[in-house]
């Protein structure tokens, strides 16, 4: 299949995930809670492995074992930090009743994450189509848990079903529309770097975002539960590149 069919399947069918949510309407905040946090171990298991066992070793293929790469991991890494720190964006993955912040700035938050989301794993199939594959699979194990969660903060705000999950999927679309930008800009440039970027990207969300919020559960039943999540999502990035990239 076409490098740019692969880029517009992946990018509509992540868009799709964000209609996930609306399987909170159908859960009690305690149910959410309990799906809600292996999820979340999982992702953090996936996107660590997308980034070290997948994404910078594609980028040091192909481009060398230059500083550059690593000069972009850290860029990648301290961007998101600057997220946080200046416009107070965290990734939500708790029960909506905890808090409840302001939902359009969930929604541009969103927006934001996706659209780079989408330059990730375009910048994947442009070097590889199984790097894209593996990309795309750490990227959308965490859209998963994130999904639920801002559709039930959503809906906690007051927004009615409909109106959440339009806004939502709308917010997701950014996504395709990272990848199309980042297929256009190929043909200007060499997008090599959008691999050690993302990577930075997806080593923050995972050791900054999601590891804390599983690692002080006092039960130390679901301690395990989390702990294995997280393993499995390491094994199954770990599955992927001996499967399909080696």
């Not at 989408?118 to 795309?136: E, N, Q, Y």
Request: proline share 3%.
């Amino acid at each position: 299949m076409d490098t740019f069919l692969w880029i517009l399947f992946s990018g509509m069918l992540m868009s799709a995930i964000a209609l996930v949510g609306s399987v909170t309407l159908f859960l009690s905040e305690a149910a959410l809670k309990k799906l809600l946090l292996p999820l979340v171990a999982l992702a953090a298991g996936t996107l660590l492995g997308g980034a070290l066992l997948h994404m910078i070793p594609a980028a040091v293929d192909r481009s060398g074992n230059q500083l550059s790469i690593y000069l972009w991991v850290l860029l990648g890494f301290t961007l998101f930090l600057a997220l946080e720190q200046f416009l107070h964006w965290h990734h939500c993955h708790r029960a909506p009743s905890e808090h409840r912040p302001l939902t359009y700035l969930i929604l541009i938050a969103d927006g934001v994450h996706n659209f780079i989301g989408g330059l990730a794993v375009a910048g994947a199939f442009l070097i590889d189509v199984r790097v894209g594959v593996s990309t795309w699979l750490a990227a959308a194990a965490h859209e998963v848990p994130q999904e639920l969660g801002d559709f039930g903060i959503l809906i906690h705000g007051g927004w009615k079903k409909g109106r959440a999950l339009l806004y939502n999927f709308l917010s997701a679309l950014t996504f395709l529309l990272g990848g199309l930008v980042a297929y256009g800009a190929s043909f200007t440039f060499d997008v090599t770097f959008l691999l050690p970027f993302a990577a930075g990207n997806f080593i923050y969300i995972a050791a900054a975002d999601l590891i804390p919020e599983i690692k002080h559960e006092e039960n130390a039943g679901l301690n395990l539960v989390h702990f294995l999540s997280f393993l499995f999502g390491l094994a199954l990035l770990l599955f992927v590149r001996f499967v399909f990239e080696d």
